[in-house]
C-alpha cells in the first residue's frame, strides 16, 4: 500500500538552528500538507501547498516557516530558526483531490528544539 | 479556535464490548467528517468518514453516525479488540479553504482490556 514517508524520524536541535524536515508523498497525490502536535495538544494545520505553491497557511506559519517541492517526490518544511515552542510532531500529508478526500499522513517527524 | 471537540481524553472498554467514541463541532458549515486512528509512533491513519447527506455509515465493525442538528458525531466499535487500543481523532475539512485544511479534536485514548 502506498504510503507517506518522513526522514528523520526524530531530530533534535539547538534554538536558533535551522532545520529541513522531509517528506515524499504518495506518487500520483497533488496536495501536500503539513501538520503538527505539541505533546498533548491537537493536531494543528500548518500549510497547504498545490501546483509548487503555498494555498494556504495557518497563524502558526510565520516568517520562519517555509515550505518547498525541490524536485518531483519530496516536500520539506524548513523552519530557519528554530524556538523551544518549535518542539513538536510534525506531520506531512497528502490528497488526491484537494479537500475531497481523506489524507494520507506519514509516520512523523519528532522535533525536539533544545 | 475548537472547532471539532474531543471531550473525553481517555475510554476504556472490556474487549468484545461496545467501544462509543464521541465528537462535537460548531461549525454548520461543515459537511464531511473523517475518523482517524493513532497508534504511537505513527501518523494519523483514515479509518472512516461521512458525508452531511448520511447519518450513518458503517464499514466492518466501524460505524459513525451523525446527528446534524445536534452538531455531534459518534463512532462506534463492535465488537472491540484489543489491537483497537489507539488514539482517535475525529476531524473535518474546511470547505471555506482552498484545498480543505482539516480540523482536529484533541483525541481520545481508546484503551481495549482481555
Known amino acids: 500500500e502506498p504510503e507517506v514517508t518522513q526522514t528523520p524520524s526524530h531530530q533534535v536541535t539547538q534554538m536558533g538552528q535551522e532545520v529541513i524536515l522531509r517528506c515524499v508523498p504518495i506518487s500520483n497525490h497533488l496536495y501536500f500538507y503539513w501538520y503538527r502536535q505539541i505533546l498533548g495538544q491537537k493536531v494543528e494545520f500548518l500549510v497547504s501547498f498545490y501546483n509548487n505553491e503555498i494555498s494556504e497557511k495557518s497563524e502558526i506559519f510565520d516568517d520562519q516557516f517555509s515550505v518547498e517541492r525541490p524536485d518531483g517526490s519530496n516536500f520539506t518544511l524548513k523552519i530557519r530558526s528554530t524556538k523551544l515552542e518549535d518542539s513538536a510532531m510534525y506531520f506531512c500529508?497528502?490528497?488526491?483531490?484537494?479537500?475531497?478526500?481523506?489524507?494520507?499522513f506519514g509516520q512523523g517527524t519528532r522535533l525536539t528544539v533544545v | 479556535d475548537q472547532q471539532v471537540k474531543q471531550n473525553s481524553p481517555s475510554l476504556s472498554v472490556q474487549e468484545g464490548r461496545i467501544s462509543i467514541l464521541n465528537c462535537d463541532y460548531t461549525?454548520?458549515?461543515?459537511?464531511?467528517f473523517l475518523w482517524y486512528k493513532k497508534y504511537p509512533a505513527e501518523g494519523p491513519t483514515f479509518l472512516i468518514s461521512?458525508?452531511?447527506?448520511?447519518d450513518k455509515n458503517e464499514d466492518g465493525r466501524f460505524t459513525v453516525f451523525l446527528n446534524k442538528s445536534a452538531k455531534h458525531l459518534s463512532l462506534h466499535i463492535v465488537p472491540s479488540q484489543p489491537g483497537d487500543s489507539a488514539v482517535y481523532f475525529c476531524?473535518?475539512?474546511?470547505?471555506?479553504?482552498?484545498?480543505?485544511?482539516?480540523?482536529f479534536g484533541r483525541g481520545t485514548q481508546l484503551t481495549v482490556w482481555p
Open positions: 461549525n454548520s458549515m461543515f459537511d464531511y
Open positions: 461521512i458525508s452531511s447527506i448520511k
Open positions: 500529508a497528502s490528497i488526491l483531490e484537494g479537500g475531497l478526500g481523506e489524507a494520507f
Open positions: 476531524a473535518a475539512p474546511d470547505r471555506g479553504s482552498t484545498l480543505g485544511r482539516l480540523y
